[in-house]
């Protein structure tokens, strides 16, 4: 079965939730056999994610009975999931009770606070090999999707439980998203090894999580650099947390200052802290630190995990022994491309084994490779990638008259925009749009947005824009 | 600078909302938008304002809008 769920010790637990939910791995078995036994075609499934034990053990399903699921947030804008509806015509819905009203379909089973759904669209011819789905930027609804093939998952899942040395003893607390793809590794890894996984709904800044991971003896936790910020404000430091040895941190660049701080605690308290860093292209993980160089290679994302290799293009050599250039990765969990359109989905593997990623990397004398920088126009906000591109054609569609440039950094959204009329409606309408926090955006007037004769926006001049601004 | 006013602005720019919300069902487990991100908007912009540096435990159980002005009181903001 997918991840030898049926090969590890059946009476132990596999997953538990803070809904009251608790699956033994036989459970799993016997919930993923119920799926079979309805003998579903193969095809696209939608699935509604919240971090419970119903909404994994349907992507559970799915993956085993070689469904194609697509990891959607149960949280995504109403307009945004018709969007994605209307263009990858999903046969079927995987979705929590209370969304029962909003989506039409004829039930067919349901298990654990989530039920599944049949739509009125038929299934229609994929590539045998694609396994799964994920949109590259979650929260604006990308119709962009990367398309995993059979192997991506389980490959790394198999590594990373390797190089985090895994063992069914271990109880992983998943904390991100499961739609996310580095909450769905943690999920995978610790499955693989037989260990349990703690699906939490409640967020960082609620006692019952700190409660709940407490109670439940979690061991393993793993973390954006904001999860992070909201650790150190709330003193996780003094917190105890006796079980809790391993912190591992991916999904963006930690501030050295960070760093150091997870590190230092690490050290102070027998605990361990491993830096990884990985992609929705790669089914996640392609890096990792080893803990006991935490405090000497500060802000480093290690090396490659098993199996895998790093790799750095155009490379250009620094004084020091370092080389930069733009980071890339061989390895089984590479996953096939992209999909713009439902037709995509019949497309064969495009990556190849070999995925760019688009990021600047140093790779230090010792061999360390260090995330510098970033080509794409992608922001990582709270953790989450966001696609300035797809930003600017939700607030294109939505106010069809006005001209719109997105620029930022990993903290903040620039949205230039030329009608002064809309500047106060912006804000609140991408920050409901995206599900993003509103201090996250900041917008700006501008009489044109600076383009060259091509129709090529002028960054540097927006930029020469900000800078007055701020003084 | 009138207490509640700025109390209220800090809300209503937070969450998003009109002031008519601002209510005792206005709370952490009752409010969909108030999540990580917001509680650690929330809490910053209120350091910010009103010049104090809460607790760890008054920021993990900052749970409602009434129950906030408490807290702050106990910091001598007078509302």
């Known amino acids: 079965m997918f991840l030898n769920v049926d090969k590890h010790d059946q009476n132990k637990t596999a997953i538990k939730d803070d809904s009251g939910f608790n699956l033994t791995y036989a459970d799993v078995c016997r919930t993923i056999d119920e799926f079979k036994a309805l003998n579903i075609p193969r095809s696209v499934v939608f699935c509604l994610c919240e971090n419970s034990a119903g909404s994994l053990i349907g992507y559970l399903a799915f993956e085993n009975n070689k469904q194609v699921p697509l990891l959607l947030s149960a949280g995504l804008d109403e307009g945004l999931r018709h969007n994605l509806e209307f263009m990858y015509t999903p046969s079927y819905y995987w979705i929590p009770e209370r969304k029962e009203q909003e989506i039409k379909g004829e039930k067919l089973y349901s298990a654990y606070g989530f039920v599944l759904l049949k739509t009125e669209y038929d299934p229609y011819p994929i590539n045998p090999k694609l396994s799964m789905l994920l949109t590259t930027s979650g929260s604006t609804g990308s119709p962009k999707l990367v398309r995993h093939k059979y192997g991506n998952l389980e490959a790394n899942a198999e590594n990373v439980a390797k190089v985090f040395s895994w063992t069914e003893n271990e109880i992983g607390i998943c904390d991100l998203p499961m739609n996310y793809t580095m909450g769905l590794n943690v999920i995978n890894s610790h499955l693989y090894a037989g260990a349990s996984v703690l699906m939490v709904k409640a967020n960082l800044m609620d006692p019952d999580f700190w409660e709940f991971i407490k109670i439940n003896e979690g061991s393993s936790f793993c973390g954006v650099p904001f999860s992070y910020e909201i650790m150190r404000r709330i003193g996780f430091d003094k917190m105890d947390l006796p079980k809790l040895h391993t912190l591992a941190e991916g999904g963006g660049k930690l501030t050295d200052k960070m760093f150091k701080w997870i590190a230092s605690y690490a050290k102070n308290s027998g605990k361990r802290f491993c830096a990884t860093f990985g992609t929705s292209e790669t089914s996640a993980r392609m890096a990792f630190l080893d803990p006991s160089l935490a405090m000497e290679k500060i802000g480093s994302i290690g090396k490659a995990i098993p199996n895998g290799e790093l790799f750095l293009l155009d490379e250009v050599a620094g004084e020091d022994g370092s080389t930069t250039g733009e980071l890339g990765y061989r390895g089984p969990n590479v996953t096939m491309g992209y999909a713009l359109c439902r037709d995509d989905l019949l497309k064969d593997d495009e990556f190849c084994g070999e995925y760019h990623t688009g990021d600047i990397a140093k790779r230090d004398a010792d061999g360390y490779y260090y995330i510098i920088g970033r080509k794409g126009r992608f922001l990582k906000l709270f953790g989450l990638r966001v696609s300035l591109d797809e930003t600017e054609r939700i607030l294109k569609t939505q106010y069809p008259s006005s001209d719109f440039v997105c620029t930022g950094d990993d903290r903040h959204m620039n949205v230039f925009c030329t009608n002064e009329a809309i500047k106060d409606e912006i804000v609140p309408f991408i920050s409901a749009k995206t599900n993003i926090h509103n201090s996250a955006f900041h917008v700006l007037w501008v009489d044109r947005i600076p383009r060259n004769e091509y129709g090529k926006v002028r960054f540097a001049e927006l930029e020469d824009y900000l800078i007055d601004k701020k003084h | ?79």
Do not use: P
């Open chain 2, 1 to 79: 600078m009138n207490a509640l006013n700025e109390y209220n602005r800090i809300f209503r720019e937070t969450f998003g909302v009109s002031e008519d919300a601002l209510n005792e069902d206005f709370t952490f487990n009752g409010v969909a938008v108030w999540d990580s991100v917001a509680h650690m908007s929330l809490i910053s912009s209120l350091e910010d304002a009103f010049d104090v540096m809460f607790d760890v435990d008054d920021i993990l159980h900052y749970g409602s809008y009434f129950h906030g002005i408490e807290i702050l009181k106990h910091y001598g903001v007078e509302f």
